[in-house]
């Protein structure tokens, strides 16, 4: 089973200040998808990186791929309460042929962002 | 398009007593899957089904859990007898198919095993 650690696994901040979330793996995944949650609701998809190396930016969110396609970054310039959320990345794996790709979550990232 | 339907929202039921969530996905997404998601963790993938045959139940309880799509549309997923660790969020997704692509998730069922 591929694991993806995040961390921090909470994180309380002002508005306005920046953050960046971390998830980590031994594995190597063919893609890396970020995912926001808000209570009571599913995952929402916010990026896919495929590319090791790649950068995808998303208004304020900042998403990066690691070279070896092992891990990425979520960073978040200038919160705003309206980003507070449980924030999870999400590792692809096995798709290749007749095989079918499988998704594994990290545990997860709780945002706050107080006023 | 509509979203995944899942019901009911909430269930509440003792221990040893026997539950069914439904799930019905968006139109035309062969990929179903179901994840439990304990209270502050990442959801974990217990069934995953392309049409109506099943792709992955590694991770499935199969003494007590199990899990059908019929026709290879709608999907239920069964729990019996219930123990107090299965309380957690039930989710169902969807996704169009082969590689795992955009996951589109239902709101999901809390269960709560008293």
């Known amino acids: 089973t591929q694991l993806l650690e995040q961390s921090p696994q909470f994180l309380s901040i002002q508005e306005g200040e920046n953050l960046t979330v971390y998830c980590n793996s031994s594995?190597?995944?063919?893609?890396l998808q970020w995912y926001r949650q808000e209570p009571g609701e599913g995952p929402v998809l916010l990026v896919t990186v495929v590319t090791g190396g790649e950068v995808k930016k998303l208004k304020r969110l900042t998403f990066q791929f690691g070279d070896a396609r092992k891990d990425s970054s979520l960073h978040i310039t200038a919160a705003q309460p309206g980003d507070t959320g449980l924030y999870l990345c999400a590792g692809e794996y096995g798709a290749g042929g007749t095989s079918y790709g499988k998704l594994t979550f990290g545990q997860g990232t709780i945002l706050t962002v107080h006023p | 398009e509509a979203g995944v339907a899942q019901s009911p929202r909430y269930k509440i039921i003792e221990k040893r007593q026997s539950v069914a969530f439904w799930c019905n996905p968006i139109?035309?997404?062969?990929?179903l899957y179901w994840y439990q998601q304990i209270l502050g963790q990442g959801p974990k993938l217990l069934i995953q089904f392309q049409n109506n045959g099943v792709v992955d139940d590694s991770q499935l309880p199969k003494d007590r859990f199990s899990a059908e799509r019929l026709k290879g549309v709608d999907s239920t997923l069964k729990i019996q007898p219930a123990k107090l660790e299965d309380s957690a969020v039930y989710l169902c997704?969807?996704?169009?198919?082969?590689?795992?692509?955009?996951?589109?998730f239902g709101n999901g069922t809390r269960l709560t095993v008293t």
């Open positions: 594995s190597v995944f063919s893609s």
């Open positions: 997704a969807s996704s169009l198919g082969h590689a795992v692509g955009t996951l589109h």
């Open positions: 139109s035309g997404h062969a990929t």
